[in-house]
């Protein structure tokens, strides 16, 4: 299975720090966003990454290189001026990530899921077009994404109660995009909640560290409980 992350976001509400450095590298715990996922997804046993740039794209490549760090063989997704979104961006992507299911995290979220947790998954996600990793539901978005059935073998649904919060981590079936013009701003939300009303979304609830890094007060508050982390150990 190949892993794509998402790194082509502006990060205007983390702005002034993303004037000039893009999401992914700025630092919490002594490294870049974007090396924890790297990290986990190696010890994990992923080889394949896919990276998509946009604003500031090219400092990227330039502090990852190709992967041989990590272990990994690291590709990368430019993308042309204007805001691809989401779906846009991934379905860009597809060529880089091959014909079978794929994981993409969001480039700008700090999470302990262990992305081990893919690979076990069927790979051909049977009926689905999606597995979507869903969290408790942060002070900054109380009304949650998606529902979870689990009596309904672990379905995502989209009722207004009961929702939690997508986590920005997912595992997709390349036909989930198939129906996007190439090259044309898509966003992803509208995508899943389409295949989730046809019972094609299965889902599982993080119960553990889930950061969505969209500010500079949870980046700075981020950075200080690992540092108190690394103190700790």
Not at 54 to 78: C, F, M, N, T, V
Not at 182 to 189: C, E, G, Q, S
């Amino acid at each position: 299975m190949r892993a794509m992350i998402l790194a082509a976001g502006r990060g205007e509400r983390l702005r002034p720090l993303t004037d000039h450095t893009p999401k992914p590298l700025l630092a919490v715990g002594g490294k870049p966003l974007i090396v924890w996922h790297l990290e986990r997804l190696a010890r994990a046993g992923f080889r394949e990454v896919v990276i998509n740039l946009a604003h500031l794209g090219e400092q990227i490549p330039a502090a990852l290189g190709d992967g041989a760090s990590w272990g990994l063989k690291i590709r990368y997704s430019p993308e042309p001026p204007g805001a691809l979104e989401t779906a846009g961006g991934i379905a860009r992507a597809l060529p880089l990530l091959g014909p079978a299911p794929f994981l993409v995290l969001n480039g700008d979220i700090f999470c302990d899921w262990d992305p081990a947790a893919a690979l076990d998954l069927d790979l051909d996600l049977k009926d689905r077009l999606a597995h979507l990793v869903l969290v408790d539901n942060p002070p900054h978005h109380p009304t949650g994404d998606f529902t979870l059935e689990v009596e309904a073998d672990g379905r995502v649904g989209n009722q207004e109660a009961g929702r939690l919060t997508f986590a920005g981590i997912g595992i997709y079936a390349p036909a989930l995009f198939a129906g996007l013009a190439a090259d044309t701003p898509a966003r992803l939300a509208p995508l899943l909640r389409a295949a989730a009303d046809a019972g094609r979304v299965s889902g599982e609830r993080h119960p553990g560290r889930w950061v969505d890094v969209g500010t500079p007060e949870r980046l700075h508050r981020l950075d200080q409980e690992l540092a108190a982390d690394r103190a700790a150990d």
